[in-house]
């Protein structure tokens, strides 16, 4: 599904250069539920800024299927984002003369894609997202919550390859956080998206399949949670977090 290889990207000021990444390498295969972790500074948004194409490597190679990103032309980009990428932003980014059914319209209404199927796909996404009663209400009328879940429903409306993440329950209280990341779940869950986070919050984390761990601009661990419990994986992302602590001491 995706695939970033060797990637790295440095940023100058002044006549200085600063390395970010460092030669990232990681992939995320389809359905995957993947958290990437780290502290200020390691290359998070870096990372998810160059998957998506809105600032470019230096070198690597990022793959979306059999898709190399970097190879297109800003046209061509356009296309991608719009029809095989969905995006989760920590600040929601509603517009606020939409209703929550608009919204969540709104990337096919800009791709020329509204149909029969595109309304009733809305519809589906209300449902499957508990947003249903409030589908005629404005942004302004809505919870934090309901307002990050509607960001979610209108990442899925293109049926996108990848949903990429960004500190999506970065503004929330504990109840809403929980209900976006049920949400992530019910989307992986009911509708195979396949999801891609950037968080510093382990609670987020640990409801992943996999948290990527980058320090320094490299992939510093990788922890697997398989079968085991939510809770005992939060306690092994604890556990890393404090570990490279211990090493930077």
């Not at 809105?54 to 059999?66: E, M, Q, T």
């Not at 942004?139 to 879940?149: F, T």
């Not at 503004?171 to 950037?198: G, H, P, Y």
Request: charged residues 25%; negative net charge; contains cysteine.
């Amino acid at each position: 599904m995706l695939t970033v290889e060797n990637l790295r990207k440095s940023y100058q000021v002044g006549k200085t250069s600063y390395e970010v990444l460092k030669g990232v390498s990681l992939h995320v295969g389809k359905g995957e539920f993947v958290a990437v972790m780290g502290p200020s500074g390691s290359g998070k948004t870096t990372l998810l800024n160059c998957i998506s194409c809105y600032i470019p490597a230096d070198s690597g190679s990022i793959r979306l299927g059999k898709t190399e990103l970097a190879r297109l032309g800003e046209d061509d980009l356009a296309e991608v984002r719009n029809k095989q990428l969905g995006f989760v932003f920590q600040d929601f980014l509603l517009l606020d003369g939409l209703t929550v059914r608009q919204n969540i319209l709104l990337p096919a209404i800009i791709g020329g894609l509204i149909s029969d199927q595109t309304e009733a796909r809305a519809d589906q996404l209300c449902e499957v997202f508990g947003i249903a009663g409030i589908r005629d209400k404005y942004p302004a009328e809505i919870s934090g919550g309901e307002k990050q879940r509607t960001a979610v429903a209108r990442a899925l409306i293109n049926h996108p390859l990848l949903i990429l993440a960004d500190e999506p329950t970065g503004n929330l209280d504990s109840k809403s956080t929980r209900a976006v990341i049920r949400s992530f779940q019910q989307a992986k869950e009911a509708l195979e998206a396949t999801i891609f986070m950037v968080t510093h919050d382990s609670y987020a984390a640990s409801f992943c399949d996999r948290a990527v761990i980058l320090r320094d601009g490299v992939v510093w661990r990788t922890l697997e949670r398989g079968a085991t419990e939510r809770e005992a994986f939060q306690d092994q992302l604890l556990d890393a977090v404090r570990d490279m602590g211990r090493s930077d001491s």
